[in-house]
Structure formats: structure tokens, C-alpha cells
Nanobody, 119 residues
């Protein structure tokens, strides 16, 4: 599975961006897709995930501001980011998981797209 992320850029505080991630390759069985981010000097953290059935999970720091969605027909996952803050500055990575019987059997990462929130 290959993941191609796009949509990052420079935005002022309070602004919005929408990230997209298109999956290609052996798609069948991909259960969970999501977005992670890594700020300079920090560990990678989960931002939001969405299951094939539409169940979503968000980091507390982005709840109410970010929305993850998924278009299964287009093999694409989106992250709508509103009310952006400087602390949202990071490289954002797309992720896809294939899960069986509760265990992750495949874990794929995209190349990352940089988001900078600054005045």
C-alpha cells in the first residue's frame, strides 16, 4: 500500500487547512486510516483515526477543531483542520492499518506533509 499525502502549507493562527491522503496498491482489508504528526524535537503522536465503518477517534488537543473523514470509493482520507494554533505546527503523516482479530498485521506510512501555523 502506498500513501500519498498532500495539503500542507503555511497558515495564520485561526486559519484552516485540509489534508488529503490517497491510498493505492493492495487496498482490500485496510481497516483503519489516520493522521499522525511530529513536531520538531517531539515524538510522533496520533491526531485522528477513522475505521472502515466510520468510527473516529481524536487527540484531546484537536477535538472540536479537526475533523477526519474517509471516502472509501476514492481510497482517500481527509483531515479538515480549523482554528489552527501555532502548536499544531508539525509534519503530518498519513497512516493505514490492516487489522485482523485485534492485531495489526500491516502498518503503512505516507511521506508526510508539513503544516506551519505562524503569523
Amino acid at each position: 500500500v502506498q500513501l500519498q499525502a498532500s495539503g500542507g502549507g503555511l497558515v495564520h493562527p485561526g486559519g484552516s487547512l485540509r489534508l488529503s491522503c490517497v491510498a493505492s496498491g493492495s487496498i482490500p482489508g485496510i481497516n483503519v486510516m489516520g493522521w499522525y504528526r511530529q513536531a520538531p524535537g517531539k515524538e510522533r503522536e496520533s491526531v485522528a483515526t477513522i475505521s472502515s465503518g466510520g468510527t473516529t477517534n481524536y487527540a484531546d488537543s484537536v477535538k472540536g477543531r479537526f475533523t477526519i473523514s474517509r471516502d472509501n470509493a476514492k481510497n482517500t482520507v481527509y483531515l479538515q483542520m480549523n482554528s489552527l494554533k501555532p502548536e499544531d505546527t508539525a509534519v503530518y503523516y498519513c497512516n493505514a492499518l490492516r487489522v485482523r482479530l485485534g492485531a495489526v498485521i500491516d502498518n503503512y506510512w505516507g511521506q508526510g506533509t508539513e503544516v506551519t501555523v505562524s503569523s
